[in-house]
């Protein structure tokens, strides 16, 4: 079974955390007065600017040992102007009044360069003004207050003990921490400061067969919108069980090698939270990102088939399913107070019992759009993920609801025949439209008559978006649900990568397509 830590509604609140004494000490209100009024003599009829700093750190280890050790800061500002219709950016990283006047020159140029070009006039949506913003994401431990050499001792102990059990050859382990500063001010007279912190661990242990193969199986504990606590607190703190897993990882490994391979046809799928999560993100994150909708990702990742001309009339998936974007989801990895355009952030619908019925914005597309879409406000999806970089409209939060009062992982399980449970993500495949997709998994559990009889290896669920979630039966109770991610969508050329985060509880899928993967390889 899985060893998920549910979303805990009653978890202690956390202690607030001030924005970072050093990122304040940047002459932020200089550089703002110098590029806005730069832009504005130049004749923009907007101007804003983000100051940022990203601060990184990762550790990787190979089997018992640190193998590497990395720390790096990112810090920077940018200037993004709308010139007689037309966007225009650049970047510096000499945060002085001089390079802030010229880098405004600068993007209202490249304005001015690219308007011969631009068939579409940028218009922005409306936002009400925000000054003098703060917001800072909830943590306990900020990671990079932590001495190195514990956090050493803390993810090498875990592969240590990993490393020790009988049915374990190899261990790889990896830790990564980012504490992220934005300031951003527009002419309109926004500014926002904010600081939020994440984390990630995934342990990987692998069994050599002596006969030749491998079989290998990875912990599926989250990333976070959390600090060091994530890794030492517990599940009383709302945090992740690791001593428990990494008991478990060693059994469940030896099975796994062990298990017999898949014989392909439909089943029943009960899909645990963690991986569950990775197809909402794929299937259904990005396809109903408007910019994607329109085509704007076609060349580099595709377009979707969610096209606006179907808001409000595409059956995405059964009754059951009601998903949300979310800006606002505590710890999530995509949450934050304000986007990078200066919108105040928050929670909407994306599927509502099964219906496609809204979009992820951003100032421009929700301006664009408005008399389709029948809103005319971004719901804040504006993210860069570096100082220079310009923003595009990315993922939020994207979740699948619980029923409230609905079932366990068990009595999903309890309703059937022959199935199969599935748990932790793995590799996955979809198409340019965000339609036709195959999935795999860490570990699959065969299910006959409402029971879990063992494991079984070589499985994949393959489907098209609609009819994978329209064979959606039943979704978990609150006390199955569970926030997913990853740090690392890909999205934009010159490419960028988000953190997003995707809640889900347990859900039953009836009659599902499952691929051996070893046949289909040709092995």
Not at 51 to 59: F, H, N, T
Not at 395 to 418: F, K, Q, W, Y
């Amino acid at each position: 079974m899985a060893t998920s830590v549910p979303r805990d509604p009653a978890e202690p609140a956390l202690p607030p955390h001030e924005i970072d004494e050093e990122f304040r000490a940047l002459p932020a209100a200089a550089l703002t007065d110098a590029a806005l009024q730069a832009a504005r003599d130049l004749g923009a009829a907007h101007a804003d600017i983000r100051i940022e700093r990203l601060k990184e750190s990762s550790l990787s280890f190979r089997d018992a040992g640190l193998e590497s050790r990395s720390d790096g800061v990112t810090a920077g500002f940018a200037v993004r102007v709308v010139h007689d219709g037309t966007w225009g950016f650049a970047a510096g990283v000499d945060l002085t009044v001089d390079e802030a006047v010229r880098v405004a020159r600068e993007a209202v140029a490249m304005a001015k360069l690219a308007r011969p070009l631009n068939s579409e006039p940028v218009e922005l949506a409306d936002e009400p003004v925000h000054a003098g913003a703060t917001w800072v994401s909830s943590y306990a431990t900020d990671p990079f207050s932590v001495d190195p050499r514990d956090q050493v001792e803390r993810i090498g102990g875990l592969c240590r003990s990993l490393y020790s059990a009988e049915d374990v050859d190899h261990v790889d382990g990896r830790f990564a921490a980012v504490i992220e500063n934005k300031f951003y001010a527009d002419t309109a007279g926004t500014d926002t400061t904010q600081q939020r912190v994440r984390v990630l661990c995934q342990l990987e242990a692998t069994r050599v067969d002596p006969a030749g193969g491998f079989e290998s199986m990875r912990t599926i504990a989250p990333p976070a919108g959390r600090g060091w606590e994530w890794m030492v607190s517990g599940p009383a703190a709302g945090c992740w069980d690791w001593e428990s897993e990494i008991e478990l990882i060693p059994s469940l490994l030896a099975e796994k090698a062990k298990a017999s391979s898949v014989e392909p046809g439909r089943y029943d799928l009960v899909i645990d939270p963690s991986n569950l999560w990775l197809t909402i993100h794929e299937s259904v994150g990005h396809a109903t990102e408007l910019d994607r909708a329109l085509g704007y990702e076609a060349a580099y990742a595709g377009t979707s088939f969610a096209t606006l001309d179907k808001l409000g009339s595409l059956r995405y998936g059964s009754p059951a399913m009601t998903v949300t974007g979310d800006r606002t989801a505590p710890h999530g990895l995509a949450t934050i107070g304000y986007d990078d355009e200066g919108v105040q952030t928050r929670r909407w619908d994306i599927v509502r019992d099964g219906v496609l019925v809204g979009y992820q914005l951003d100032r421009r597309m929700a301006a664009q759009n408005a008399s389709a879409l029948g809103v005319d406000r971004s719901n804040g999806c504006a993210f860069a993920d570096s100082p220079g970089h310009v923003p595009l409209q990315r993922m939020a939060n994207v979740s699948l609801l619980p029923a409230p009062g609905g079932p366990s992982t068990e009595d999903l399980i309890g309703r059937v025949d022959r199935g199969i449970y599935v748990v932790g993500d793995r590799s996955w495949s979809i198409d340019m439209q965000r339609y036709n997709f195959q999935f795999t998994g860490q570990r699959f559990y065969e299910i006959r008559k409402g029971r879990i009889v063992g494991q079984l290896r070589d499985v994949a669920y393959q489907a098209t978006t609609t009819d994978f979630w329209g064979s959606l039966d039943a979704v978990g109770g609150p006390e199955t649900y569970v926030l997913g991610g990853a740090f690392n969508c890909g999205k934009g050329q010159p490419g960028q990568v988000a953190a997003v985060s995707h809640g889900c509880p347990s859900a039953l899928f009836r009659d599902v397509n499952i691929l051996n993967t070893r046949r289909e390889g040709g092995r």
